[in-house]
């Protein structure tokens, strides 16, 4: 069965650090692969996305993240974190079963900066 | 404006009070979904539509039940809320091709607390 795990339940860092979170997946098929953001009190705001190509991919805020297949993961990366970047961040993986866009969800890290 | 908007966004009931949430999109998709979070275990699908009058189960279903009437809308219904139902839900829709993923727009959340 497809999952999503992300080993990292809370990071802090300190702003200006750089930042890596860890995504790691199980699917059979070349995934498409998908990073979240959810700040407090917020909805979920796509960061980025894998489909096919390059294996690394530029986001919003300045984010990237790098496929490798040979790992099964797909970790999110930051060189100097901010503040509001403080948030919740979901990895996910979409599977096509049954014809559908089902989204399969990682539980999620936490996020927190220090000044 | 494009959007996914749920109603309400945040709601406080009692155990065994029927409850309706609702989705509508202006897209014209025609997959909908819903979703709950909780803490430590990520989003999980609860049921999904791939088009009028055509709706299935997901991971976690028990206790819900939802309707696809009219394409734009997609509520989810709680007949018998127990606190267990406590939650963050999100409703998601896209379109469907076949043989690849569409990106799919999520509401803002509606947050449930069932006493």
């Known amino acids: 069965a497809q999952s999503v795990t992300q080993p990292d339940i809370h990071i802090t860092v300190s702003e200006g650090a750089s930042l890596e979170l860890r995504c790691n997946y199980s699917y059979g098929a070349t995934p498409y692969l998908f990073w979240y953001v959810q700040s407090p009190g917020q909805g979920l705001q796509l960061l980025l996305k894998?489909?096919?190509?390059?294996?690394l991919v530029q986001g919003i805020k300045g984010f990237e993240a790098e496929f490798k297949r040979s790992q099964s993961s797909f970790n999110l990366r930051k060189p100097s974190v901010h503040w509001s970047d403080a948030a919740e961040y979901f990895c996910?993986?979409?599977?096509?079963?049954?014809?559908?866009?089902?989204?399969?969800f990682g539980a999620g890290t936490r996020l927190a900066v220090h000044p | 404006e494009a959007q996914v908007t749920q109603n309400p966004r945040y709601l406080i009931t009692v155990t065994g009070k029927k409850l309706t949430v609702t989705c509508s999109q202006n897209?014209?998709?025609?997959?909908m979904s819903w979703y709950r979070q909780d803490p430590g275990l990520g989003l999980r699908q609860i049921y999904y539509s791939m088009n009028v009058e055509v709706t299935d189960k997901g991971d976690v279903p028990e206790g819900y039940k939802v309707s696809r009437k009219e394409k734009r809308n997609f509520p989810l219904i709680l007949e018998s809320p127990s606190p267990n139902q406590t939650s963050l839900y999100f409703c998601?829709?896209?379109?469907?091709?076949?043989?690849?993923?569409?990106?799919?727009?999520f509401g803002p959340g509606t947050r449930l607390t069932v006493l």
């Open positions: 996910a993986v979409a599977s096509f079963s049954g014809g559908y866009n089902k989204l399969i």
């Open positions: 998601a829709s896209s379109h469907i091709a076949g043989g690849r993923y569409n990106e799919q727009f």
């Open positions: 897209m014209n998709h025609e997959y």
């Open positions: 894998y489909f096919s190509g390059d294996t």
